[in-house]
Every structure is written in structure tokens, then in C-alpha cells.
Nanobody, 114 residues
Framework: QPVESGGGLVQAGGSLRLSCVIP???????????MGWYRQAPGKQRELVAS??????FYDDSVKGRFSISRDNIKRTVYLHMSSLRPEDTAVYFC????????WGQGTQVTVSS
């Protein structure tokens, strides 16, 4: 089960880096595993905002140019670098395998004030 962290309260225009650790994963499995960051705002469905798979990356149009996904395979960690944050980015952020969903973690709350 992933463990997300790094959220917080930030002013519009600010930056945050989210981390997602997948403990207990064999290195070769983690390296080949697609990973994505999702978010769920109050009253809305969970949506995929960024993903990374074998060097290929995907970004939703709403975050393109502002968010960046990276991974440290040795640490079994996936990061989401967020900049130029907007109030509409406020949500709980989760990570998961977008190809083969696993049980969700608790997520990490990101709140962007205007």
C-alpha cells in the first residue's frame, strides 16, 4: 500500500513536492511498474493528473507545464513536483499504478489559498 506525503497549505503561485513510497517492492518490479498521481477534490471524482511508465510521461492538460513526475527507483519512491499552484489544485493527492490499480493509500492533502 503506498504512503503519500508532502502535502500542505500553500499560497497560489507556490510550490510543493509530494512523495509516494511503495514499501516492500522488489526493485525490478518497481522499475517496470507504471506509477501515477491522482487527485480528488471535494465532490469530484478521482482523476489521474500525471503518470510515468518506462520513461514515458503523461500529464493532464490542467497541470501540464506546472507539474512534473519523477521517480527514485532505489528508494521505491515517486515524486510529484508542483509549481505555480492554483486554488483549483486543492485536493487530496494519491499515487497508484494506473494500469493495475492496487489498494489506495491515505493520500496527502494539498490546499492552495488564493
Amino acid at each position: 500500500q503506498p504512503v503519500e506525503s508532502g502535502g500542505g497549505l500553500v499560497q497560489a503561485g507556490g510550490s510543493l513536492r509530494l512523495s509516494c513510497v511503495i514499501p516492500g517492492t522488489i526493485l525490478s518490479v518497481f522499475v517496470s511498474r507504471p506509477m501515477g498521481w491522482y487527485r480528488q477534490a471535494p465532490g469530484k471524482q478521482r482523476e489521474l493528473v500525471a503518470s510515468s511508465s518506462r520513461g514515458s510521461e503523461f500529464y493532464d492538460d490542467s497541470v501540464k507545464g506546472r507539474f512534473s513526475i519523477s521517480r527514485d527507483n532505489i528508494k521505491r519512491t515517486v515524486y510529484l513536483h508542483m509549481s505555480s499552484l492554483r486554488p483549483e489544485d486543492t485536493a487530496v493527492y494519491f499515487c497508484n499504478n494506473p494500469i493495475d490499480l492496487h489498494p489506495w493509500g491515505q493520500g496527502t492533502q494539498v490546499t492552495v489559498s488564493s
